[in-house]
């Protein structure tokens, strides 16, 4: 696995804005298209809003771009909680995307059991029944999940499905999310954690004992395809 630690968050969002600069020009070189799937939190926001500069912008062949989500709450589209939103407010609503080339993980009017089973159904349209994205984006949360992964739920056990949705009853409500199965198939997987807050479930993920049910994050394979960015305070040096 990958490991960076940095000194500070402007370097690292701009590595991270960088990898996903050269990895679309080498997918859209050899493909003649880049899959993404993204996540919502305060980093991905961070690292969009640098993408739509135009020292990014102009570099970046966005009609040839495809956009999934890794997760998002079950909420309208205009709502605050919702990740989407903050990816068109920061991004895409910035940058020439064609709209049918976005797949928000929402829609009115059809439960989110229904619509998990249709999200599926426009992955396996755009990337086949391989299911290979070329990049996604990961946050990881102070108690170790990831996506909407989180400790002691039943989707952690999901070995068929590549999307699923599920009432999350400490939040009071629904989330859509990648399962792990799809998200390990990826051909480039970015995780992004930093903070003193992340110090000890990342330690438990480096370094623990193989427990995913309290550790989420152990699901996603640190293979040669998986990279890590965080910082001095999360890895507690």
Known sequence: ?????????DTLYTEAADIFKDLSEKSIHEKGRFTVALSGGSSPKAIFKLLATQQYAEKIDWSKIYFFWVD?????LHDD???????FETLLDKVPVPEDH???MYKDHILPEEYAQE????????????????FILL??????????LFPGEEILNEKEKWVSAYYLKPQEMYRITLTAPIINKAENI???AFGESKKHALN????GEYNPELYPMQLIEKNENFMFFTDHNAMGK
């Open 1 to 9: 696995m990958n490991i960076r630690i940095f000194d500070d968050l």
């Open 139 to 148: 946050g990881m949360g102070d108690d170790g999940h990831t996506a909407s």
């Open 204 to 207: 438990e993920i480096l370094n």
């Open 72 to 76: 998002e709450r079950w909420v309208p």
């Open 119 to 134: 999200y599926e159904s426009y992955i396996r349209n755009i990337l086949g029944n391989e299911g290979v994205f070329d």
């Open 81 to 87: 909680k919702s990740n989407a939103r903050m990816t």
């Open 190 to 192: 970015l995780a992004v």
């Open 102 to 104: 976005i797949f928000p």
